[in-house]
């Protein structure tokens, strides 16, 4: 008698930083559980070293869909950029769930805590980052945005972590958030020492995409 076939989750780093790439894949070790769906990561070897600029958001959007549709393996897919790259343009690519970390981390957050801030890497991505929430309609939750003006790469480094303390401190004492959002997947390795620093629920997005698939995979 043949075994069921293991169900597959496939998550994207639309960039082609693949430390990034395996930062993500070291942080998602917690929800692959035994006997239960497969997380796998790769790259888009098309992708930009970082998505730091609408441009770079817009150009990855067919790359990913056409790599979407290629897939036969897969039972749900985990686009793993906070700006949510081509989240909708994939969604029309195929029949099964597609998660953009953005979204889910926000809503993760939101069960979280009443109003929640966001670690950015640079002051620019702020703009793209509101206006995505304005379309959630969820900008009256929003503490604040601040960023760490680094580059997605220096994002995972170990020199980030002092700076994510400082930044994510002036959003919980400033803002007055009461739980932060990891404003890029880059940040992946840095969630546990700094929920521990802040002393508040620090949400990865990455992490919240995944535990939202599991969940979609147990319960379809």
Known sequence: MNEPRRQRILVI?????ASVTANMDEALGPLKLDGGPEI????????????????DVDGVALPLRRLIEADNQSDAFIIACYSDPGLHVCREGTSHPVFGIAESAVLTALARGERFGVIAIKNRSIP??????RQMGLTERLAGERALDMSVAD????KALERMIAVGSALRDEDGAN????????????RKPLEQALGIPVIDPTQAAVTLALGALMVG
């Open 40 to 55: 796998v990561c790769t790259t888009l070897a098309e992708g930009p070293f970082g998505i730091e600029s609408q441009a």
């Open 155 to 158: 994002s995972g480094s170990d």
């Open 13 to 17: 780093n639309p960039n082609s930083n």
């Open 128 to 133: 793209r980052h509101i206006r995505y929430l």
């Open 179 to 190: 739980v932060v959002i990891m404003g890029c997947a880059g940040m992946a390795r840095h």
